[in-house]
Protein backbone atom coordinates (compact mmCIF):
# COMPACT_ATOMS: atom_id res chain seq x y z
CA UNK A 1 0.00 0.00 0.00
CA UNK A 2 2.79 2.18 1.02
CA UNK A 3 4.91 1.66 -2.03
CA UNK A 4 1.63 2.14 -4.56
CA UNK A 5 1.23 5.63 -2.56
CA UNK A 6 4.79 6.53 -4.19
CA UNK A 7 4.21 5.65 -7.12
CA UNK A 8 1.44 7.57 -7.75
CA UNK A 9 2.38 10.52 -5.67
CA UNK A 10 5.75 10.39 -7.96
CA UNK A 11 4.06 10.63 -11.20
CA UNK A 12 1.92 13.14 -10.01
CA UNK A 13 5.06 15.01 -8.90
CA UNK A 14 5.95 15.01 -12.49
CA UNK A 15 2.89 16.65 -14.19
CA UNK A 16 3.97 20.09 -15.30
CA UNK A 17 1.83 22.63 -17.05
CA UNK A 18 1.75 23.64 -20.63
CA UNK A 19 3.42 27.01 -21.64
CA UNK A 20 1.19 29.72 -22.24
CA UNK A 21 0.49 32.95 -23.07
CA UNK A 22 -2.76 34.36 -21.84
CA UNK A 23 -4.04 37.95 -20.98
CA UNK A 24 -7.30 40.06 -20.87
CA UNK A 25 -6.72 43.52 -22.68
CA UNK A 26 -9.19 46.84 -23.05
CA UNK A 27 -10.13 48.15 -25.94
CA UNK A 28 -11.70 50.46 -28.03
CA UNK A 29 -14.79 48.84 -30.18
CA UNK A 30 -17.52 46.56 -29.67
CA UNK A 31 -18.09 42.87 -29.84
CA UNK A 32 -18.16 42.57 -33.94
CA UNK A 33 -15.49 45.58 -34.48
CA UNK A 34 -12.82 43.68 -32.42
CA UNK A 35 -14.19 40.36 -34.45
CA UNK A 36 -13.10 42.63 -37.73
CA UNK A 37 -9.93 43.56 -36.47
CA UNK A 38 -8.79 39.71 -35.03
CA UNK A 39 -9.39 38.67 -38.51
CA UNK A 40 -7.33 41.27 -39.99
CA UNK A 41 -4.30 40.06 -37.33
CA UNK A 42 -4.52 36.80 -38.00
CA UNK A 43 -4.43 37.78 -42.21
CA UNK A 44 -1.44 39.85 -41.89
CA UNK A 45 -0.34 37.38 -38.50
CA UNK A 46 0.16 34.36 -41.10
CA UNK A 47 1.11 33.42 -44.35
CA UNK A 48 -2.33 31.85 -45.28
CA UNK A 49 -4.79 32.91 -42.44
CA UNK A 50 -7.68 30.16 -44.22
CA UNK A 51 -5.14 27.86 -42.82
CA UNK A 52 -4.25 28.73 -39.46
CA UNK A 53 -8.40 29.49 -38.23
CA UNK A 54 -9.94 26.36 -37.17
CA UNK A 55 -13.08 28.18 -35.66
CA UNK A 56 -14.81 31.29 -35.93
CA UNK A 57 -18.28 32.27 -34.20
CA UNK A 58 -19.80 35.64 -33.71
CA UNK A 59 -22.94 36.20 -32.04
CA UNK A 60 -23.94 39.64 -30.51
CA UNK A 61 -22.01 39.32 -27.06
CA UNK A 62 -19.22 37.70 -28.25
CA UNK A 63 -16.82 35.72 -30.72
CA UNK A 64 -14.31 33.51 -30.18
CA UNK A 65 -11.58 32.99 -33.02
CA UNK A 66 -9.31 29.58 -32.65
CA UNK A 67 -6.27 28.66 -34.56
CA UNK A 68 -3.34 26.48 -35.44
CA UNK A 69 -0.14 27.83 -36.17
CA UNK A 70 3.68 27.05 -36.29
CA UNK A 71 6.79 29.03 -36.05
CA UNK A 72 10.21 27.79 -37.56
CA UNK A 73 12.76 26.51 -34.94
CA UNK A 74 16.12 26.56 -36.14
CA UNK A 75 18.46 25.24 -33.24
CA UNK A 76 21.57 26.68 -31.63
CA UNK A 77 22.41 24.17 -29.75
CA UNK A 78 25.96 23.76 -31.40
CA UNK A 79 26.27 19.54 -30.84
CA UNK A 80 23.69 18.07 -33.29
CA UNK A 81 22.14 21.20 -33.72
CA UNK A 82 20.03 20.21 -36.79
CA UNK A 83 18.44 17.08 -35.21
CA UNK A 84 16.38 19.07 -33.24
CA UNK A 85 15.77 21.93 -36.02
CA UNK A 86 11.64 21.99 -37.33
CA UNK A 87 8.47 23.86 -36.18
CA UNK A 88 7.08 24.32 -33.18
CA UNK A 89 3.48 24.13 -33.54
CA UNK A 90 1.15 25.83 -31.40
CA UNK A 91 -2.70 26.98 -30.94
CA UNK A 92 -4.21 30.57 -30.69
CA UNK A 93 -7.70 31.36 -29.48
CA UNK A 94 -9.10 34.70 -29.23
CA UNK A 95 -12.21 35.71 -26.94
CA UNK A 96 -13.68 39.06 -27.90
CA UNK A 97 -16.43 40.85 -26.10
CA UNK A 98 -17.28 44.51 -25.80
CA UNK A 99 -14.53 46.47 -25.16
CA UNK A 100 -12.17 43.63 -24.49
CA UNK A 101 -10.17 40.74 -25.87
CA UNK A 102 -8.42 37.78 -24.22
CA UNK A 103 -5.66 35.84 -26.27
CA UNK A 104 -4.72 32.54 -25.18
CA UNK A 105 -1.74 30.91 -26.55
CA UNK A 106 -1.04 27.67 -25.54
CA UNK A 107 -0.02 23.75 -26.88
CA UNK A 108 3.71 24.08 -28.08
CA UNK A 109 4.80 21.20 -29.25
CA UNK A 110 8.54 20.53 -31.06
CA UNK A 111 8.71 18.74 -34.42
CA UNK A 112 11.91 18.32 -35.22
CA UNK A 113 12.73 17.35 -39.29
CA UNK A 114 14.40 13.99 -37.04
CA UNK A 115 10.96 12.62 -35.18
CA UNK A 116 13.30 10.78 -32.83
CA UNK A 117 15.36 14.31 -31.20
CA UNK A 118 11.83 15.48 -31.02
CA UNK A 119 10.47 17.38 -27.02
CA UNK A 120 6.82 16.90 -27.45
CA UNK A 121 4.79 19.10 -25.93
CA UNK A 122 6.60 22.25 -24.41
CA UNK A 123 6.41 22.80 -19.96
CA UNK A 124 6.87 25.35 -17.73
CA UNK A 125 9.40 23.46 -16.14
CA UNK A 126 12.88 24.39 -16.77
CA UNK A 127 13.86 21.01 -17.33
CA UNK A 128 13.43 18.09 -19.97
CA UNK A 129 12.03 15.02 -17.95
CA UNK A 130 10.00 13.14 -20.80
CA UNK A 131 12.35 10.92 -22.26
CA UNK A 132 15.87 10.61 -23.62
CA UNK A 133 16.78 9.07 -26.72
CA UNK A 134 19.29 6.38 -26.47
CA UNK A 135 22.84 7.89 -26.52
CA UNK A 136 21.72 11.11 -25.80
CA UNK A 137 22.23 13.01 -22.76
CA UNK A 138 19.34 14.61 -20.83
CA UNK A 139 21.79 18.20 -20.58
CA UNK A 140 21.48 18.19 -24.38
CA UNK A 141 17.81 18.20 -24.44
CA UNK A 142 17.78 20.26 -21.70
CA UNK A 143 20.26 23.28 -23.94
CA UNK A 144 17.91 22.39 -26.28
CA UNK A 145 14.90 23.03 -24.03
CA UNK A 146 15.66 26.44 -22.97
CA UNK A 147 17.08 27.55 -26.80
CA UNK A 148 13.32 26.34 -27.70
CA UNK A 149 11.65 28.05 -24.90
CA UNK A 150 14.00 31.76 -25.65
CA UNK A 151 12.81 31.41 -29.65
CA UNK A 152 9.45 30.78 -28.26
CA UNK A 153 9.06 33.21 -26.09
CA UNK A 154 11.02 36.37 -28.95
CA UNK A 155 8.31 34.82 -31.25
CA UNK A 156 5.10 35.02 -28.69
CA UNK A 157 6.54 38.46 -27.63
CA UNK A 158 6.47 39.84 -31.32
CA UNK A 159 3.22 37.88 -31.92
CA UNK A 160 1.16 39.82 -28.93
CA UNK A 161 2.76 43.16 -29.41
CA UNK A 162 1.45 42.71 -33.25
CA UNK A 163 -2.20 41.16 -32.10
CA UNK A 164 -2.46 44.44 -29.87
CA UNK A 165 -1.42 46.86 -32.59
CA UNK A 166 -3.96 45.65 -34.60
CA UNK A 167 -6.69 45.20 -32.33
CA UNK A 168 -5.99 49.35 -30.95
CA UNK A 169 -6.78 50.31 -35.07
CA UNK A 170 -9.66 51.21 -36.49
CA UNK A 171 -10.71 49.43 -39.55
CA UNK A 172 -10.88 51.73 -42.64
CA UNK A 173 -14.98 52.18 -42.64
CA UNK A 174 -16.83 51.15 -45.83
CA UNK A 175 -17.56 55.04 -46.71
CA UNK A 176 -14.38 56.11 -47.05
CA UNK A 177 -14.06 58.35 -50.17
CA UNK A 178 -10.87 57.43 -51.72
Same mark, same amino acid.
Given at each position: ?54 ? *?? %?? /????? &??? $?? +???? !? =? ?66 ? *?? %?? /????? &??? $?? +???? !? =? ?16
Amino acid at each position: MIVMFLVLFGFVGFAQEKLTYSDVVKTNGNTKELYNRALVWFGDAFKSSNNVIQT *KI %LN /DSNGV &IIG $KA +NIKY !N =SHVFSGSQKSSGYIDFSIKLMLKNGRYKYEITDFIHNPYDDSYGLGIITVGDEYLNRCTFGTPRSWYN *KV %LK /DIKTQ &INN $KM +NFII !N =SLEDTMNKEIIPDNDNW
